[in-house]
T-cell receptor, first 113, second 113 residues
Framework: AQSVTQPDIHITVSEGASLELRCNYS??????LFWYVQSPGQGLQLLLK??????LVQGIKGFEAEFKRSQSSFNLRKPSVHWSDAAEYFC???????????FGRGTSLIVHP | NAGVTQTPKFQVLKTGQSMTLQCAQD?????MSWYRQDPGMGLRLIHY???????DQGEVPNGYNVSRSTTEDFPLRLLSAAPSQTSVYFC????????????FGPGTRLTVL
């Protein structure tokens, strides 16, 4: 069965610093991978997704993620964090052809001015 | 286009009471689902539906019922609320076929005393 691990519960960065949020998955074939963001009191919004092809994917709000099959990882990055990026970030994985993603437990991003 | 709407936003119940969380979408999406979000647990799938008249259980279905009589609506019923059902509930919808973005509602915060 597919599973997702987000090893960091909380990440604290200073505004303007770079960011990397880690995500590892467990699935035999090529997975469908997603990153979602949840602002306080809001629902989830899709940042980016990977199905196939170029392993570096660009998303909204200046985020990108890189799929590394050898490491079973799909880490989210942003070169310069803004205070408005403070939120909860969720990685999710779905089997090919499945409608049902499995979500990680989330990483809470705290941004210091 | 309202997207995915959920009512109510907040609800307090006493143990043993019943209630229905409402979810509606106006995007003609076949797939709809319910998640619960608990601290440190990420999102866990309760029930899902791939079309009117078709529902199935997710990871944590016990204590919840669903039905899908129309494409637009997917209500979640708690027959006899328990404190363990205190959570934030999210409804989501998406198109079937090629894996498309899931759209999430704003959530319902439920407290069971």
């Amino acid at each position: 069965a597919q599973s997702v691990t987000q090893p960091d519960i909380h990440i604290t960065v200073s505004e303007g610093a770079s960011l990397e949020l880690r995500c590892n998955y467990s699935y035999g074939a090529t997975p469908y991978l997603f990153w979602y963001v949840q602002s306080p009191g809001q629902g989830l919004q899709l940042l980016l997704k990977y199905f196939s092809g170029d392993t570096l994917v660009q998303g909204i709000k200046g985020f990108e993620a890189e799929f590394k099959r050898s490491q079973s990882s799909f880490n989210l990055r942003k070169p310069s964090v803004h205070w408005s990026d403070a939120a909860e970030y969720f990685c999710a994985v779905a089997e090919g052809g499945s409608y049902i993603p499995t979500f990680g437990r989330g990483t809470s991003l705290i941004v210091h001015p | 286009n309202a997207g995915v709407t959920q009512t109510p936003k907040f609800q307090v119940l006493k143990t043993g009471q019943s209630m229905t969380l409402q979810c509606a979408q106006d995007m003609n999406h076949e797939y709809m689902s319910w998640y619960r979000q608990d601290p440190g647990m990420g999102l866990r799938l309760i029930h899902y539906s791939v079309g009117a008249g078709i529902t199935d259980q997710g990871e944590v279905p016990n204590g919840y019922n669903v039905s899908r009589s129309t494409t637009e609506d997917f209500p979640l019923r708690l027959l006899s609320a328990a404190p363990s059902q205190t959570s934030v509930y999210f409804c989501a919808s998406r198109d079937l076929g090629i894996y498309n973005e899931q759209f999430f509602g704003p959530g319902t915060r439920l407290t069971v005393l």
